[in-house]
Structure formats: C-alpha cells, structure tokens
C-alpha cells in the first residue's frame, strides 16, 4: 500500500537537513540525490533513503524521520525504531542493550519503510527473532541481575542474609530469594541457600570481636528445642482443615501414601513451607524397598519433589533397613511423650523415635510432651472419624498446641529440615574452636545450613566471607564441606 507524498513533511524535514548538513533547495520531486524530494548523497549524514524519501521514496515506503542503512536509526527503520545497526547498541534503542534491540533485523517496519514491501510487520518485524524483549530480557543479556536464566526478580532479602544463590534481586537458575538465605555471589561473600533455615528465633546479637576461634553450633536453630508436626496417610479431613493448621505458624511435614489417591491440593502447600515425604506407596506393614521407591517416583511425578525422609506404615521397625537406600531419615518407632531426640545423641536416623498421641488427646497433654533442648516428633493422621482415620485427634486440639510451640520460642520445622540439622550438627565436634570439615551422609538434602557462633574473627567458607546475621549468629552451608575461622 502506497503513501502520498505531502508538502506538510517536506515543510518538516528540509530544515533538519539544513541544520544537520547545511544544505540547500526546495521540496522537489528529485532532491539532490537518489530517491524523493529532500534526499541527500548517498553516504551523507542521512544516507540512502533520504530524510522524506530514498530509495523507495515515501511513496515506496519512506516515512518522517527515517535514516537508511548505517544512520542514527537502521535500514528500514521507522519513527526512531531501530533494527541492526540501531542508536546504542546492536539493533538497540535507548540503553535496550538487547541483542536485536526493540525491533529485531528488518526493523519496526522492515527494509522498505512503513507499509512498504514486507508491511508493516514482515518476517522479523516488531517482535521477531531478537525483538523487544531480546533474548535474556530487556535489561540484561543473559544472566543479567534481573532477568537471570530461570531466575526470578526478588527484593526480598532473608533473615540473616541477602539473596539467596543467583545475586541481587534476582535468583539463579531455578533459584530463588529464600528467608534464611545467605548473599549472593559477589565481593568474596559465601553464596548458598539455607532452605530449612527460614525461621528465625526472636533474638539479637552483636558480631564477636573477641580472641579468634570458639567456634560452637547452636542446638535446635537458636531456638529453646525442635519440635515436628506430621501428618499421615493423606485422609480427608487433612486438607479442609489446611488453613487452620497454616495459621499457626508452623511448618509440617506431610507423609503422603502414592496409592489412597492423595489430593493435588497438598502440591500447594509447599510453597507455605510445608514438606511432602514418603510414607510408602502400598503402606505394607514390612519393609519392602520397592514400594518405597515406586512412591518417591509418584511424589516426584504428581507433586515435582524429591522426598529425603520417610515414615514407616505402622512405625513398623522393618523399614529401618530399608530406609537408607533411599532416603536419609525414617521415622519410627512411635509410642508415648516420652519419646525426644537430643542434639547430639546416639538415636539412628533411620529410628527416630515419634509421639502418636491418642484418639483426642486434649491439647495441654500435647503441649506438655514438648521438651527444651529436645526434639519433639508428633505423629498425627486426621482430625475426625472420616474413612476410619486411625487415633483422631481434634483440630482446635492440633492448632492449640501447635501454636503453643511457635509462642514459647520453640522451632517448628518440618522433618527433613529438622533431621538435616541434626544430623549436620554431629558431623562437627564439639571441641572444634577454629576450623571443622565433613562429609555428608548418603541422600542427605542439598541447601542445608548450620547456625554457629564463635568469639571472634571473620567465618569463611571455600574462601569466601559469611556475614553475621543481626539474630546472633553465622549461617554455614553443610554442601560446603567445611567452615574456618581466620
């Protein structure tokens, strides 16, 4: 489709001409050079295609404010669009440093002007291969701080840390800005997640500046004692009753059996902090190591995770053998309030022991069974009768004491995040003063952290620093196999 030429844009143009280049003449059909009225010399401040027209013309496709091939703006370009070759960068606009710029190769319109052969969107037109946004996002190629490969834009910063792996305001692949986390890479500062870190207890403390050294682990997170809530067997009360179980602040872990037909409401709850485990695909009374792998192929399948702890059908003692071929932890046995786990006592990961309480047990026997300076492992299956929910025990119950631990400064954490905590605080002895290395155990879960405290010096991991955290310690990644004092 053709466009008339008007006396109105030769009025406009041929005084830029006469600024830019002083040039001379009058609106003419022929202009000075190739192309329509007001074009200029090939090779000229505006080249091939005239300011008004050019090769083409304006009734070939020319346009207001166009500059041909190698000018302020590209071939073909329109209106200050830019294909290759554009103002800033390659086929960039204003600081769009993409590669391909607002307008990918061949421009807002392509080569021929606005409307001209191509249209006004032809092959590699307004967002073609290259365009606004270019590959990697509008300010930053690839990896760029906000727009980083599978990353997401994030200010949150975490407690005791600013950004999680991946840098500033943004995480790294699949990463993401986690309460608990550490800094980003950068300046020589120790860059991990704390995934089972995201809770912090209510304290404060100064950065040690005393002697070099002292190095201790703090028991529980910093908190009085641990404390887990479970729950089993995906019945159907669990779910209906989610929000009132959320609002108390803890995080819990739900043991989920592949085969009664799990709701695909519990994915949802994860990103609440909430933990999906195995607790065996056919819960068979014996350990079977098949089973167990069939339903962490099922959690990874329908729920996207990866399970690093299990409950054994029945607290049946068989699947302690099993257990560790798969996962880190199993909890069981289970029985009375008696049942705790000390922080660096001798119970095997793959018995731990759990506290089932009765069918509705009443909430201050529950909350009593908590222990300072000691883990606590509640085992729960539902809140009513419905489907033959084994030992119910009341929600307002459940909730009560629930939110009786997060209230006395307790750690309410999942299974896993507790488990690798513990397991974590063992592998470094209690008389380490300024530097301790491990070795994690089999199917250990990636993004664990410590929390330490020393008397003084700066705490570094693989050579880089680890801040202090304004709560009153230093948070240490267990993937780093190590940690110094200096």
Known sequence: MSMRKSSSVAEVVWPLCAVILGCSGTDTSTGPSLGGATSIDVGGAIST?????????????????????????ATGGSNRGSATGGIVSTGGTTNNNAT???????????????RAAGGLAPTGGANATGGSPATGGSRTATGGSNAATGGKSSTSTSTGGAFATGGSSSGATGGKSSTGGTTATAGGSASFKCDNLSLAPNTTGTQPTGAVGGLRVLDWAGFKGAVSYTFDDNTASQIPNYSALKATGAHFTWFVVGSWNPSAQYKTT?????????HTYSHNATGSLSDLQQNETYLTTNFGVTAASMA?????????????????????????????????????????????????????TMTAALATGKWRIYVIHGFDSQGGTYQPVPIANVTATMSGAVSSGYWPETMTNVGAYWQGQKLISASAT???????????????????????????????????????YYQISLDAGAVTIQ
């Open 100 to 114: 391909g710029g607002l307008s990918a190769t061949g421009g807002l319109p392509s080569t021929g002007g606005s």
């Open 49 to 73: 295609g005239g300011l008004t027209s050019g090769v083409g013309g304006l009734e070939t496709g020319g346009t207001s404010q166009v500059i041909n091939a190698g000018g302020m703006v």
């Open 270 to 278: 994860l990103a609440d902090g909430q933990e999906i485990a195995n």
């Open 434 to 472: 300024t530097t301790a290395s491990w070795s994690l155990p089999a199917h250990f879960p990636p993004n664990m952290c410590l929390r330490i405290t020393t008397t003084g010096g700066t705490v570094t991991q693989k050579g880089a620093t680890v801040p202090w955290d304004s709560h009153g």
């Open 312 to 364: 054994a059908p029945n607290c049946d003692q068989s699947w302690s053998t099993v257990a560790p071929n798969v996962l880190f932890q199993n909890r069981g046995p289970c029985g009375g309030s008696a049942a705790t786990v000390g922080p660096r006592d001798n119970t095997s990961p793959f018995l731990l022991p759990a506290y089932l309480p009765a069918t509705g047990e009443a909430a201050a």
